[in-house]
């Protein structure tokens, strides 16, 4: 052993007087810069590879203080030493550690809890930067970049596991108690939203056969919905239905003389998205509102669009939230109906639609309703035309109890669902609806828990909760695991 770790010192001066001879060297005289630092880069991994591997023989010269104790308090004798494998972000490296077992009892080697080795054989680092990367870009993409980069070549079906291992922490994560927060805080509105996005899904031994080559007007593929919520505190902000008014039609500020008053940052937005329904999601952002419960919460607000399920199961898990119906929906039905009733180019068309949002942001949705209705029966209007109009008076009229803008605004509530709206692409389609995908379910619902984790800028906080739960899932001990072992090889060396 003394002899090997001799060999690898003598290793490592020699290619870091390499690292120094492309900087000060002959060749470095004519070199480009872009030329040098890749050749650097390339030293340092491979210098990188060599320290890690003297720091894991190091560690594992000398044998662990005796006793070691087995499952069920059995003493272990001493058996032999046993080859590992660790993938790190320098490449894959393989040592012995010394090795305990009795009869009937499986083989120990301490050294693995001491280093806080993975059940796998790739790195938590290395699990961490292909997971990242894996959350925002194709797997194919994940494993070109960490080829390019770093050299590595992670196959599909290995990236897609250290995905699967990595999201298997993440409910228990999100569901912590959150912190305390400290009174006097100008965020007291709780504000609860939800929508729905479709994933692309392989499709099951269950589901209906598809023609090759679909016909017009025939899905390509079979569509899940994923639920997504978002959860934040914010601080009221009254506006008058005027402002908004002439901000949902893009007019001009009025000339009132008074700024428009800054918008409040929410506190703490928590966004998730789920595949298993609306009433597991709903159920879920339920316990987590009422853990964010304190006495700083004077208000609490749910807001919605106009989809009718997803409705009743915001009101059946949250029987206690004003529910608030989107404006942006409540807008475009109206802009809807002028066009089927005065047609796109009509002179007045602009005028009309004003007319009847300014009732409605001054809570007159009633007097809307009795308009629309009385367009509809319009006798020169076409089937079609009629069918609009009345579908928007429907509509208005179902949803009219979550339509009272008026005392919403005054009281500082949001009135639009921008941020869930805004969730459902990030959070889903710009990662699930990439060219050609189609996922299963557990591999889809594991890329959007974690995706969620970041978009909540909670990664790292993330990471290091699941490296603990792991090391006590596979060492029995609650001991926080230390640093990765590529950052302590550079320690053993300085």
């Known amino acids: 052993m003394a002899s090997q770790t001799e060999a690898m010192v003598t290793e490592i001066a020699q290619q870091v007087q390499a690292l120094l001879d492309a900087v000060t060297g002959a060749e470095a005289k004519t070199a ?268 609490r607000v749910a807001l919605t669009d106009g989809a009718e399920a997803l409705q009743r199961a915001m009101r059946t898990s949250l029987p206690d939230y004003p529910l608030v119906l989107d404006i942006i929906h409540v807008v475009e039905h109206l802009w809807e109906a002028a066009n089927a009733w005065l047609g796109e180019r009509h002179p007045e068309r602009t005028a009309w639609v004003r007319q009847q949002l300014e009732r409605v942001l001054h809570g007159q949705t009633a007097t809307v309703i009795a308009t629309l209705t009385a367009a509809a029966a319009d006798p020169t209007l076409r089937a079609a035309q009629r069918k609009v109009v009345q579908q928007t008076a429907g509509y208005y009229e179902r949803n009219q109890p979550s339509m009272h803008y008026d005392a919403y605004l005054a009281q500082g509530w949001p009135i639009g669902t921008g941020v869930v709206e805004s969730a459902c692409g990030q959070l889903v389609k710009e990662r699930m609806e990439q060219a050609g995908m189609r996922w299963g379910k557990p591999g889809a619902q594991a890329v959007l828990d974690l995706r969620a984790v970041r978009l909540n800028g909670q990664w790292e906080a993330y990471w290091q909760w699941h490296r603990q739960q792991e090391h006590r899932r596979l060492y029995g001990t609650a001991v926080p695991p230390p640093r990765p072992a590529e950052v302590q090889a550079f320690d053993l060396a300085a």
């Open 32 to 299: 480009t810069a872009e030329a040098v630092e890749l050749a650097l880069f390339r030293r340092l991994l491979a210098l990188g590879a060599t320290l890690l591997r003297l720091f894991f023989l190091t560690r594992a010269a000398s044998r662990p203080p005796e006793p070691v104790i087995g499952t069920g308090g059995v003493r272990l004798a001493y058996h032999d030493q046993r080859p590992t494998s660790y993938y790190s972000v320098f490449g894959k490296l393989s040592f012995r550690r010394h090795a305990y077992t009795a009869p009937g009892q499986p083989v120990v080697c301490p050294l693995d809890g001491a280093l806080s080795l993975p059940a796998r054989c790739y790195s938590g680092l290395l699990a961490d930067w292909a997971t990242y990367a894996s959350t925002d870009a194709a797997y194919r993409e994940s494993q070109t970049v960490l080829m390019r980069i770093l050299g590595l070549p992670l196959s599909l079906q290995a990236l897609e596991t250290v995905v699967a291992e990595a999201a298997v922490d993440v409910g228990a994560f999100l569901e912590q108690p959150p912190p305390a927060r400290e009174p006097g805080r100008a965020e007291t509105l709780l504000v609860v939203q939800a929508d729905g996005k479709g994933v692309p899904m392989r499709p099951t031994a269950g589901s209906p056969t598809r023609p090759l080559r679909p016909g017009k007007g025939q899905p390509s593929g079979c569509m899940k919905e994923a639920i997504v919520t978002s959860l934040e505190a914010r601080a009221p902000l009254p506006r008058s239905p005027d402002r908004v008014l002439a901000a949902l039609l893009h007019e001009p500020a009025a000339a009132d003389g008074a700024e428009r008053p800054a918008r409040p940052q929410p506190r703490d937005r928590e966004l998730r998205a789920t595949l298993d329904g609306k009433a597991v999601a709903l159920g879920r952002l339920a316990a987590r509102a009422r853990q964010r419960e304190d006495a700083t919460i004077t208000a």
